[in-house]
């Protein structure tokens, strides 16, 4: 029996898993239906299988559930745009407070190496720029390395369940993006958080936002730096 559920469990994440891929590449838009008996069909599982990967994916929020209306691909609007980046500059900039508390300006090899390597893996996913899924994981891996950097397992933890939200968010600014101007601006703003502190975090966030709300109120070209 307990052999069985957890066969289910395996099959379930690998579904969530294909799906989250999907997801992120774009090929489920949002808005779009995750009906449970196409995934069952699609996939050869069980309707409770499907359950669990829909859980997995609304509990990440790349999906909603609604009250009568099934699960959906995550569609974000404006208040859940504003909501995600408040969030992600509370923990960034408490991460980079951190580390201008211990190390000042001057952040040592240890604390930069990994952040310096992160941008370098950025770098090298915008010179093929087609391969989008790899620029939201190198973009998301800077941030994430960055976060990390300040060594509080609490922050990181809660900084990394927003990973697939912060990809999507990514997602949605494509077209509003250039690749080699965001892997610039990404140096830029390591330097700017050494120099300035936690309110680099916070314009740095704004300018995405300001993206991303005129992505979703258009028209309103904006900045073409972000993330």
């Known amino acids: 029996m307990a052999r069985s559920a957890g066969t289910r469990a395996t099959r379930a994440h690998s579904v969530a898993a294909d799906l989250r891929e999907r997801i992120l590449s774009g090929s489920l838009l ?3 239906p995750l009906r449970e008996v196409e995934i069952e069909s699609h996939y050869g599982v069980s309707r409770h299988t499907v359950r669990s990967a829909l859980a997995e994916l609304v509990s990440e929020r790349l999906a909603a559930a609604r009250p009568y209306s099934g699960v959906s691909v995550v569609a974000l609007d404006i208040d859940a745009v504003v909501a995600l980046q408040d969030l992600r500059s509370a923990l960034e900039s408490e991460a980079v407070r951190l580390l201008r508390l211990r190390h000042g300006s001057r952040w040592p090899g240890r604390v930069l190496g990994p952040v310096s390597s992160a941008l370098d893996e950025l770098v090298d996913a915008c010179r093929l720029p087609d391969d989008w899924v790899a620029v939201e994981r190198a ?4 941030h994430r390395a960055i976060v990390d950097a300040a060594d509080s397992t609490r922050i990181s ?7 697939g939200e912060l990809q999507v968010f990514l ?10 101007v965001l892997a610039a601006d990404h140096h830029d703003y390591v330097d700017e958080l050494r120099t300035v502190g936690p309110a680099a975090v916070r314009e740095h966030l704004d ?3 300001a993206l991303m709300t005129a992505a979703l109120s258009p028209p309103g070209a904006g900045d073409r730096r972000s993330g």
């Open 171 to 180: 997602l949605h600014l494509r077209p509003r993006l250039d690749a080699e």
């Open 139 to 142: 973009h998301s891996a800077v």
């Open 157 to 163: 933890e809660a900084y990394r369940s927003l990973d």
């Open 207 to 209: 300018r995405s936002t």
């Open 30 to 32: 949002p808005g779009a």
